[in-house]
Nanobody
Framework: QVQLVESGGGLVQAGGSLRLSCVASRSIFGIRVGWSRQTPGKQREFVATITSGGTTPYTDSVRGRFIISRDNAKNTVYLEMNSLKPEDTAVYYC?????????WGQGNQVTVSS
């Protein structure tokens, strides 16, 4: 079982920036890690992933504004969010794809005011 602890969320005005962090309880070396988000009444939406090889696909709505990165030595994945929009308001969840399945963080609220 993997524990994922997220931090960095909060309230920000449109156009501002936040950086989310997700610390895993075990090594993330060699696996995919990423971020999804969810608003009430909707399924979780893929945001971004970073593979073990450094490939970083993004969903269209955040491409060019968000940057995903990882620090394997710290068991941490980051999501730098820039030029935030009200529609980015959601609970953001970190995930890891170990052989045992996908694990999720507890979620971190991001609220963007207009």
């Amino acid at each position: 079982q993997v524990q994922l602890v997220e931090s960095g969320g909060g309230l920000v005005q449109a156009g501002g920036s936040l950086r989310l962090s997700c610390v895993a309880s075990r090594s993330i070396f060699g696996i995919r890690v990423g971020w999804s988000r969810q608003t009430p009444g909707k399924q979780r939406e893929f945001v971004a992933t970073i593979t073990s090889g450094g490939t970083t696909p993004y969903t269209d709505s955040v491409r060019g504004r968000f940057i995903i990165s990882r620090d394997n030595a710290k068991n941490t994945v980051y999501l730098e969010m820039n030029s935030l929009k009200p529609e980015d308001t959601a609970v953001y969840y970190c995930y890891t794809d170990f052989d045992g399945g996908r694990s999720w963080g507890q979620g971190n609220q991001v609220t963007v005011s207009s």
